[in-house]
């Protein structure tokens, strides 16, 4: 049975750091292109960062190179280390495959609040 639970978020005042983390089971990170989505309150859902097993990897342009995904393969979990975060960076923060319309039934998030 595939599961996506993801973990890590909190309340961080701005420019502060979070390291999130989505524990797949059931989906091998060696065969899926996995990403990192965000959806804000009255807000769409967006991409954040993905990565596909090759190692190839996209952030989108306002992650600004504060954010940093990686996979670890032997524990089937995926990262998403963020850094001077701002307060629009605040949503409730998912994973699940790279895709247009991903495949696996999403989580329940974790939530980043970056608020002073």
């Known amino acids: 049975q595939v599961q996506l639970v993801e973990s890590g978020g909190g309340l961080v005042q701005p420019g502060g750091s979070l390291k999130l983390a989505c524990v797949a089971s059931?989906?091998?990170?060696?065969?899926?292109?996995m990403a990192w989505y965000r959806q804000a309150p009255g807000e769409q859902r967006e991409r954040v960062a993905a990565m596909t097993p090759g190692g190839y990897i996209l952030y989108e342009d306002f992650t600004e190179g504060r954010f940093r995904i990686s996979i670890d393969k032997d524990k089937n979990t995926l990262y998403l280390r963020m850094s001077s975060l701002k307060p629009e960076d605040t949503a409730l923060y998912y994973c699940n495959e790279w895709a247009d319309r991903p495949s696996f039934q999403w989580g329940q998030g974790t939530q980043v609040t970056v608020s002073s």
């Open positions: 059931g989906i091998p990170f060696k065969v899926f292109p």
